[in-house]
């Protein structure tokens, strides 16, 4: 079952057609609407932080099911997998503009500190004559019906006071996701071809788009846990609309037990079991998955032996200051070990030679790459951010986004989660917030749209789409202007669903999800950085170092000893929020891993992999149906991943 098992030669590489780029067009915003009440207004789901997106695979099953009745009765009207996985890249790349962590974010950050201001707090003073007018909407009769509600958003002065920030930070997001296509074509042929990395996150996404071609969809295993995750969750769902039916959830709370010292500082250890977790951790690497709920517990163990010793609480959220340290050793470490093949792409970028089964060509690469950093940075420069921490914060964040992509591209896991671990965050920490300066701070909160969390990037999808090109003979260079139009789409569909949908509900009203309380994280860290100038940092630096360090010892263990089980990802991902959820779904599912294994050798693991497969797309498929659901009675009903 994995992406690079053996399967009929691909056919010639072709372009993309204009029917699979219009189906994904039309679908993007359909899509965006069913994402944004779900997730926003009456929360039903939480699930565009899962590393698979729900709501694109339940959108591809419903093509092959259109798809399977075309070839039967009309087999010249039916789709190719190259045309199903251009529907599929689109669709994704979309999701990770309208999923929760990107510009679900922007929106708040581009008014919440206008209408926030009190006299109390004093913002107007503080910090709105360092907000740069050309990126924000600032007249409050303006953005009252964001807030209130009951509101069109197509008043001509709405519209007007909207439109231009919106087109400028239009033409950041379409640089920022070319940049994103540079990077992965600077390091794919290293990955997918050279060290032939798996990528278990398109695993399924490949059965789906080879359904004709595919066993899966004949094997009963793959029946049998679609029907016990898919019975699960119908259940569940009708007991939440119904309450007098009978229900239990897998889901308990270990820390209220625990609540003497140095017991209690483990805080909180809530113990889940989601089968669609059980199934993406089945097809990581049996290391990782050790690795990721074993450091989970290493990172509480941690925790609670620093009380018992006198010592306070690790700096960051979520213990993210020591994952942001793993995740920079990860990303520095890919780079260094692609560097021959980074070398070879800029030697051909600079003497002009072809590349044409690439994504670009390697001169399209390199200057992208440096143009388009040039504009980025030139951008946040303009936004009021000195220019050597501008390029600063993009250096880090590459290689953040470079480390992401790796992980998923090896190891495949269920999320990865960096709360409040941005680059920011390890520039201010270092020299301080004085010579980053005021206008420096303002223009660091108006990009917390990119840096507050990593969980929906499109980096990985995109790779993940280069993968998928090609067993399913589509030309990866085709393939590249559809992500790019679908970037630009699920831009302009974020626009003009979400905004009219916030105006006419009001985020502060009617909405009952997340709308504005992530702008408020960023604006408290403005006025606390604002009142209370720091220096460095001595704490959080030492604990980015610690990650950092740790993260290199796992990775010269694993380099000098093959048998050594502690990977470095596990590391990474473990200290989370999102993991958090998923640490006990990720332990049993290795434990069933590790028993075919031992039983019955890879055969075994095979045999078992539909049923795993069939864990996943039960529960999103039903999870999904159950949000549309909630989507049609204007209400909250149940959630396959809340939180």
């Not at 098992?5 to 899509?31: E, Q, W």
């Not at 303006?142 to 509101?151: A, L, P, T």
């Not at 030697?347 to 992208?368: F, I, N, Q, V, Y």
């Not at 005021?438 to 990009?447: C, Q």
Request: glycine share 8%.
């Amino acid at each position: 079952m994995h992406v690079e098992a053996k399967h009929s030669p691909p056919a010639p590489r072709r372009g993309i057609t204009a029917r699979s780029v219009l189906v994904g067009t039309g679908l993007i915003p359909l899509n965006c609407w069913w994402v944004t009440l779900s997730e926003i207004v009456w929360p039903t789901v939480h699930a565009t932080v899962l590393s698979l997106f729900f709501n694109v695979v339940f959108t591809l099953f419903a093509l092959c099911l259109v798809n399977l009745a075309l070839r039967r009765w009309k087999p010249a009207w039916a789709f190719s997998s190259a045309e199903l996985l251009v529907v599929y890249a689109m669709l994704a790349i979309a999701t990770s503009l309208y999923g929760h962590d990107m510009l679900q974010i922007l929106f708040p950050l581009m008014n919440y500190a206008h209408w926030f201001a009190t006299p109390e707090n004093d913002w107007s003073s503080l910090f709105h004559g360092y907000l740069p007018e050309w990126l924000i909407v600032s007249k409050v009769d303006v953005i009252r019906g964001y807030y209130v509600g009951e509101k069109s958003f197509w008043d001509a002065d709405i519209v007007r006071a909207w439109l231009p920030p919106l087109a400028i930070w239009l033409g950041f997001i379409l640089v920022l996701y070319f940049v994103f296509l540079c990077l992965n074509a600077l390091v794919r042929r290293q990955w997918t071809e050279h060290e032939k990395l798996s990528y278990p996150i398109a695993q399924l996404p490949l059965e789906m788009i080879r359904m004709e071609q595919s066993h899966l969809f004949r094997n009963p295993l793959m029946w049998w846990g679609f029907a016990l995750a898919g019975s699960l969750d119908l259940w569940h769902g009708f007991a939440e609309l119904f309450p007098v039916m009978p229900d239990y959830r897998f889901r308990w709370e270990v820390a209220p037990l625990l609540t003497q010292r140095p017991w209690n500082g483990i805080s909180w250890l809530p113990v889940r079991i989601y089968p669609f977790a059980m199934g993406l951790a089945y097809f990581m690497p049996l290391d990782l998955s050790f690795s990721t709920w074993f450091f989970y517990l290493y990172w509480k163990a941690t925790e609670v032996i620093r009380v018992a010793i006198g010592l306070r609480a690790s700096s960051g959220y979520y213990l993210a200051d020591q994952s942001l340290g793993a995740w920079l050793g990860l990303g520095l470490f890919a780079l260094w070990k692609a560097r021959y093949d980074i070398r070879r792409i800029f030697r051909d970028g600079w003497t002009g030679k072809k590349a044409p089964e690439e994504p670009m060509s390697p001169r399209t690469a390199t200057l992208g790459l440096a143009l388009g950093t040039l504009a980025v940075v030139g951008f946040m420069w303009r936004s009021g951010v000195p220019l050597w921490a501008s390029f600063g914060f993009f250096a880090a964040y590459y290689v953040i986004v470079v480390s992401l992509s790796r992980m998923r591209a090896e190891l495949g896991p269920p999320t990865h989660d960096l709360y409040y671990g941005g680059p920011e965050r390890l520039i201010v920490a270092t020299f301080g917030t004085r010579p980053v300066g005021p206008s420096g701070l303002a223009g660091f909160s108006l990009y917390y749209w990119i840096t507050r969390d990593y969980r929906c990037h499109p980096s990985p999808h995109q790779l993940e789409a280069m993968k998928l090109a090609e067993p399913a003979g589509l030309s990866r260079r085709s393939l590249s202007w559809a992500l790019m139009l679908a970037a630009l789409v699920g831009t302009l569909s974020t626009y003009f669903i979400v905004l009219p949908i916030m105006y006419r509900f009001g985020s502060a009203a009617r909405v009952t999800g997340y709308s504005q309380y992530l702008a408020q994280e960023a604006y408290a860290r403005l006025e606390r950085w604002m009142l209370h100038p720091e220096g460095m940092n001595a704490d959080i630096i030492q604990q980015i170092a610690q990650g950092f360090g740790l993260t290199v010892g796992l990775l010269a263990m694993r380099h000098r000893y093959l048998w050594f089980p502690f990977h470095p990802v596990g590391l990474a991902v473990a200290g989370s929020w999102t993991m958090s959820w998923m640490w006990f779904s990720v332990l049993l599912s290795w434990a069933l891993k590790l028993l075919f294994l031992r039983t019955g050798g890879i055969g075994q693991y095979r045999r078992f992999a539909p049923f795993f497969m069939g864990l996943v797309l039960g529960q999103f498929l039903v999870g999904s149906a159950w949000s549309l659901v909630g989507n049609a009675l204007g209400k909250r009903v149940y959630g396959f991943f809340v939180g």
